[in-house]
């Protein structure tokens, strides 16, 4: 089946919805992977980390000053959000075609793959969680988008022929009582 084929357009609300379901599946795959190799490689910790590295120490400091202790929330909490959103949206442009919103999923991990592996403590198996993560979020995306679009026009193909043998049957079955 090719999965970069162009399909009817669903409704957006699903689709964002099925995004953001296939965005938890791959951070949620992700930490699941990540506990039980190395728990700083999560995907969300490890691009965290490379932020904050990345960050000039002005704004490290405003952020100190200006949650306290609660500046790692806030920038875990940051990155959750902007994650959902853009799978959000890669639920968007999966039910246009599937194959895109995969590969954005995929580049999800590959993002967390750099972030992990950018790390000075990192090892060999800390890019698992992201790559792990990422290609189950991608199999969710495809999973769902099938089912939610695919499927139904199959499904309503099938119950409109139903019906209409269950209408000839019963038109049947009515004449030959009278």
Do not use: C, Y
């Not at 990540?34 to 400091?61: W, Y």
């Not at 590959?110 to 890019?127: K, Y």
């Not at 999973?143 to 139903?162: D, N, Q, Y």
């Amino acid at each position: 089946m090719n999965t970069n084929q162009t399909r009817p357009r669903g409704d957006a609300w699903a689709a964002t919805l099925i995004g953001a379901v296939a965005g938890a599946v791959a951070l949620g795959v992700g930490q699941l992977v990540a506990g039980l190799f190395n728990p700083k490689a999560s995907p969300v910790i490890a691009v965290g980390d490379a932020a904050v590295d990345r960050t000039p120490a002005a704004l490290k400091e405003w952020a100190i000053r200006t949650f306290g202790a609660n500046d790692k929330l806030v920038l875990i909490s940051g990155i959750v959000v902007v994650l959902v959103l853009i799978a959000a949206g890669l639920g968007l442009l999966a039910r246009r075609r599937t194959g895109f919103g995969t590969a954005g999923m995929m580049l999800f991990g590959v993002v967390g793959m750099a972030a992990a592996f950018s790390r000075p403590d990192s090892g060999p198996l800390d890019v698992l969680p992201s790559i792990v993560g990422a290609g189950a979020g991608a199999w969710a995306l495809s999973i769902l988008v099938r089912r939610t679009w695919l499927l139904s026009g199959e499904k309503r193909a099938f119950l409109e022929k139903r019906g209409h043998i269950a209408a000839t049957l019963d038109s049947w079955s009515g004449s030959r009582q009278r």
